[in-house]
Nanobody
């Protein structure tokens, strides 16, 4: 019954911005860490960013530090990934996921495609 749905992906040019959304149903974000990941066919899944349920701990991959911002709106049960200064290397399918503190990511969305042209 738990469902995570990503949206906001698209085709953009280098330097443009996108905001990805992750809407959750069947649970609330309370007590969960929210993470964003990305992956291309035949490649390893890559960690992008995460935020703890309290919002006190936020982590970013070095490759997106300073360009991406993760946030949550608990009232709307929605997480966001603001992506600025996009590069072709950011092209991937982006997924949101949830885990308990200290646990593994248990719930995953279906992904949204981001394509950045040069």
């Amino acid at each position: 019954q738990v469902q995570l749905v990503e949206s906001g992906g698209g085709l953009v040019q280098a330097g443009d911005s996108l905001r990805l959304s992750c809407a959750a149903s069947g649970l609330t974000f309370a007590f969960y860490t929210t993470g964003w990941f990305r992956q291309n066919p035949g490649k390893e899944r890559e960690f992008v960013a995460s935020i703890s349920w309290t919002g006190s701990t936020i982590d970013y991959a070095d490759s997106v530090q300073g360009r991406f911002t993760i946030s949550r709106d608990r009232a709307k049960n929605t997480a966001y990934l603001q992506m600025n200064s996009l590069k072709p290397e950011d092209t991937a399918s982006y997924y949101c996921a949830l885990r308990r503190p200290g646990g593994e990511y248990k719930y995953w969305g279906q992904g949204t495609q981001v394509t950045v042209s040069s």
